[in-house]
């Protein structure tokens, strides 16, 4: 996050706009006059890909995961995706936009990292790079950082991080703004107002920061009723910052990209099938992808989203009603800029030999290619940028295609 | 002097050196005022100053002993829930729609008591919060924070790290803030807390016995940061030729394992089994293999690399002074830094003893963590639970003993003074205000913390206000208060 200081002058003439470089030309991509949004959910602590999209065709899965293996049929059966996978019942709003090819899964695949370990893992899934350690620049701020610069784009702040501090994937030189859900009560607008005067008179900074602030807060809570979550509710706390995101994308000189971060999917001990502690949090999801297709309105359809995770888990339920730390997973995709209504994946089976390591999902297909290819068709960048800055040393894993409509 | 300039100077003695005046009866605004360097200076005459004790701190080896003990609990808990799964196992294998009429209980481990990482985490906050309200000036815990994010460990590594994150700082960090530089780094990079949060406690020298024997191999995690991070600074003149050189000649440095077999469990060790053998070549210079020596030695030496001093002044000034702090100040301390051979007593001298670090306009902003401090030392209100500060340090982006990277929390006025961290300063602020505004009275904290040194315009905003809570809430929120 940078702190953009205008004079004085500046801040007057910009006025009530919602950015203070709100001057600068929207982002329009190309000559087909498209601004495309780009969203990245990442789920921190490993979802279990196996359990949220199941190959419940596969004639080894329902033994690995025995009582907690979705199904067809029953109380709540898994919503059929094609004749081989089927989606957890806890996402309706996903299986809808996935009949109207406005979402795609893309299964058996993780990054490039094979060991087991979040803090890796995750600096691996948001840094970009092939290897853990390097946590100075995050894939999603150098893409921003690569966007043709002709058609000046991406001069300031034009990606939003959601959250107290800015996400890995975000870190780096293109500057970014931020926005978090208060989870306190706000102060009474005449105190703001104060504040701001005082400011005004003995410190511009520090007035061009708040104003800012506040400006971003009343679009994000705009129409947005409570931004406070009712006592531990999962699917709302995890509504509530991407309605703001959302409503903050949408605005004519918000950012364009956005890039929020969800816990708790370290399902070690009662991960629970149908009901219980991950359908909860992949309920939550559902909700967070829906604020994004409401909040956008018409923006939606130059929009994607992409959610992310780690790594995946092991294909079998451990000991306690859980799953342990494992390796190939899914990758959801929705917006209406996707080809979608597909579910991608080169599958590599679940009997023990094909197992990966004997004992997680083999990743067939490398999550890099996934982002690499909806970069290159939905915001145009090159090959060679992708597979030299934005994910170095990666120019032997290509860019998928066809992605995006 | 007039009573404005002197007031000035004990805003910077208060503020940029130290965490803000204490409020009631304290007089350290006048105490400031009367003698602004010899204010500052007063905490530096003994070392022990910076040490941190308690009856609820702990030692860095007693908590890895204790977290030794839970996983211990929590693998038999697993061994026997699996035991108990496998027996009712053949119910649970059907795979057709029909439940069974009475499934068998899932199998529910007793939980271990997890919490026990969280509660030593929290004692140890809590008594450096207390800590911090305990000084005239503070700027002895100042010197403690500055040098705790530069070696900055993150309790997200896992328990491990997080149980031991305040044991960290009180044991490599406050023994060394008014010592020697070379000893700092020695005490750093031979912590447990260190060497599992950077992996070198599981990097194995490819050609060493253990290398040989596993497939596990050499980690440069600690190595690189030790040169780009803690020492030499990413400019400092080293190649990845140095990095492999330096993570090969600390190959061994361990953690000792629950089984004790190299000493206590949960204290450093020197593996013999794990270290490359054999001379290594760094910086151009050669060690030969002495075992734990030859990196005793490589670190020494780093610490007292000319990169090192630049790369130590820099950040120091730009801390304390500004974000583009006076060339002229880096100079001065690049060379007592490399004169005094890393004495950080005299580089703290030399910094409060500098004109410039006094007449510099007060342009940085207080870090999330001085700002807390600095309103609960305004009221003189010590916490008796760290909770609220650790939640609002969360919500400011700057959780306590976890930043976002082995570069620390950023140091800089774009940092912190972002539209969103003073949405949510604000509204920290409306909180503070709101417990305490009518505790206090607003004028009277304000001259406490500035005094003279306030604006017509920040007292007559205070003046205007519509009640002492609002009040309040602009006193901690105004030029004087966020900025030092």
Redesign the interface.
Known sequence: MTLHTPSRRQLLVTGGALFAWSYLPRFAHAADGRDPRFVVMILRGALDGLAAVAPISDPAYQALHGQQALSASGDKPALPLDNFFALHPAMPNFARLYGLRQAAVVHATTTAYRQRSHFDGQDVLESGYRLPGKTDSGWLNRALEQLPKGERIAVKGKGLAVGASTPLILRGGASVTGWAPSTLPAVQDDLEQRLLALYRERDSGLASALEQGVAIEKVAQREAGSMRPVGGNVIEAMRIPARGAAKLIAANDGPRFAALAFDGWDTHVNEGGTTGRLAQLLAGLDGAIEEFEKGLGDSWKNTVVAVVTEFGRTARINGTAGTDHGTGTVAFLAGGALNGGRVIADWPGLRDADLFEGRDLKATTDLRGVMKGLLADHLGLGATVLGERVFPESQDVKPMKGLIV | MTASINAQMALVALNRFGLGARGGNSGDLANAAADPRGFVKAELASPRTALLEGPNLRPTEDLFAELYGLLRQRREA??Q??QI?NQTAPN??A?D?SPSPT?PA????PRPNVNIVQDRFQADALARIQRAHAPACGFVERLVGFWSNHFCISA???PGVRITAGAFEREAIRPHVLGSFADMVKAVEQHPTMLAYLDNAVSVGPNSRAGQNRRRGLN??LA?ETLELHTLGVDGGYTQADVTALARIITGWTIVGPPGQLGRPGTFAFNKNAHEPGPQVLLGKTYADEGVVQGEKALNDLARHPSAARFIATKFARHFVADQPPPALVEKLTKVFRDSDGNLKALSLALIDDDTAWSAPLTKMRSPYDFIIAASRMVARGPGQPQRYLGSL?????PLWQP????GFADT???W????????R??????IAKRLGNLTDPEEALDAVAGEAA?A??RQ?IG???SRE?AM??VV???EF??R
């Open positions: 697993l061994a829930a699996k799964a649970t294998q795979s729609a499934p899932s199998p529910q481990p997200i590594k896992g440069e995690n690189r969360r919500l400011m982006g700057a976002p990277g082995p570069n006025n774009a940092a003074a972002t539209p969103n961290g003073m949405k949510t604000l509204d920290i602020a409306g909180q604006s315009e920040t905003a205007r206000a519509e609002q809430a602009l929120m105004s030029p966020q900025r």
